[in-house]
Nanobody, 119 residues
């Protein structure tokens, strides 16, 4: 059974940094695009960053220059390095991946990890 397992959230002061990780586990034939989303209090889930299997990355305007998405294909893992954090970055962060496994190709979601930025 394919799962996305996230880690790395926590509480940090404004201006600080955190690194999130998300690993796809199970019998996996291949991982296509991977992404990070977030959902703040009272807000809709929004796309933060995406990265293709070839390493091409895109970012939401709100995080450009502060966040960096990367991946290790050999480990089926995606990372989100978050610097210069602001209180507005407070949210539950979810990873997403398009994965080829038994039964075909589909999107999977992580369980979410809380990031809280204090002012």
């Amino acid at each position: 059974q394919v799962q996305l397992v996230e880690s790395g959230g926590g509480l940090v002061q404004a201006g600080g940094s955190l690194r999130l990780s998300c690993q796809a586990t199970g019998i996996i034939f291949g991982v296509n695009a991977m992404a990070w989303f977030r959902q703040g209090p009272g807000k809709q889930r929004e796309l933060v960053a995406t990265i293709t299997s070839g390493g091409n990355a895109n970012y939401a305007d709100s995080v450009k220059g502060r966040f960096t998405v990367s991946r290790e294909n050999a480990k089926n893992t995606v990372y989100l390095q978050m610097n210069s954090l602001k209180p507005d970055d407070t949210a539950v962060y979810y990873c997403n991946a398009n994965i080829r496994a038994w039964g075909g190709e589909k999107d999977y979601w992580g369980q979410g990890t809380q990031v809280t930025v204090s002012s």
